[in-house]
């Protein structure tokens, strides 16, 4: 089987290395794409393909159309939003994540992020600390749970808000479960942002909600971009001029609101939370691993459509 790997944002070297051999030790062939900046580079590297590994590379109708041999699409990562689950559907493909395997990482960015913020990103005047202030995790899956970790470290205070979890998860892990979003805004000096994008999530999170944050309230966006509606949020911006908000996904008006707003916003210029060996490595090789048990035996624990 000719298995391809295509992203865009490449996978730490090392992490490239480990899936070859995964690939190559079960007897199947390894390509690989990096780096591509036009789609028919894509169709094309894709069009003999039996299996695809990507990260958030854009896989569309175009490419099941492109590839009619390929059997599996596995996303190295958690969110599949940037694939067409219809189109595989209908192409006789599956398509799996790798849940939890770049959680850590995502998770270490947000405390990156949340002390740039409270020392008014490293400019020398007199910022605040961790210690005490309250965080609210908007949704507590793998990378929520990673972050209510290291928030004990910090001696935060940390709530969740998350209807698809039991409270006693949270509990158990110290955090005290809220019921209702607008407290999870109103209630927290930091919140920070982990829900998918879907349909039900695209554009929830505008000036309603964040202009509910306490005074001095930090909105940390290490999720999607989609998720936010970027008027409202603008707005917000413009009423409370003590929020911030820092985000790993760079808005669509991103420049507009550097331009507005200058150190009360901070975005990374390329999805960044994921973006370190261990991740990559995490993420890859069990992507790997689950394209060849899949052309094993049938396996598809991590199936999405
Ligand atoms: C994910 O959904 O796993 C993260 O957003 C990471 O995405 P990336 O692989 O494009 O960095």
Redesign the pocket.
Known sequence: MKVLVATE?PFAAIAVEGIRAEIEGAGHTFTLLEKYTDRAQLLAATADADALIV??DIVGADVFAAAPGLKIVV?????YDNIDLAAATAAGAIVENTPGQ?SNA?AELVFGMAVMAARNNFGGTSGFELRDKTLGLQAFGQVGRNVARIAAGFGMKVSAYDPFCPDSVMEEAGVRPVHDLSRLYSENRFVSIHIPATPQTVGSIGRGLIELMPKGGVLINTA?KEVMDEAGLAEALEARPDLKYFADVRPSCADTLTERFGDRVFFTPK?????TAEANIN?GLAAAAQVVAFFNDGTDRFRVN
Do not use: E, F, L
Request: charged residues 30%; positive net charge.
């Open positions: 944002k990260r958030s996303r190295a990562g958690a969110g770049n995502v999607r999805k960044t939370g994921a973006q993420a």
